[in-house]
């Protein structure tokens, strides 16, 4: 079965940093696609950044790039983003995400709350 469990989300002021962390079980690591999301109050799920599969090649949404950075720990099984230059609209739940390679199955993770105040 797999799980993801996302932590690291908190309060900060704009301008801040935060580094979120997904834990992952149940599953081999490194070859699959994991990603960020995030969702804010009101609004639809989008990808914040994504590393695909073995290669670790990564995609950035425009409105975070240059400030945040997915990375992975893969004796750790563990997805980072570390979050840079935090403004008030990256304010939202952020999911851990996991699609496996061979099958395409998708998981999420609980989220975890990012507040940026001015």
């Known amino acids: 079965q797999v799980q993801l469990v996302e932590s690291g989300g908190g309060l900060v002021q704009a301008g801040g940093s935060l580094r979120l962390s997904c834990s992952a079980s149940g599953t081999a690591f490194s070859i699959n696609t994991m990603a960020w999301y995030r969702q804010a109050p009101g609004q639809q799920r989008e990808l914040v950044a994504r590393i695909i599969g073995a290669a670790g090649r990564t995609n950035y949404a425009d409105s975070v790039k240059d400030r945040f950075t997915i990375s992975r720990d893969n004796a750790k099984k563990t997805l980072y983003l570390q979050m840079n230059s935090l403004k008030p609209e990256d304010t939202a739940v952020y999911y851990c995400?996991?699609?496996?390679?061979?099958?395409?199955?998708?998981?999420w993770g609980q989220g975890t709350q990012v507040t940026v105040s001015s």
């Open positions: 995400n996991l699609i496996r390679t061979f099958t395409g199955d998708n998981y």
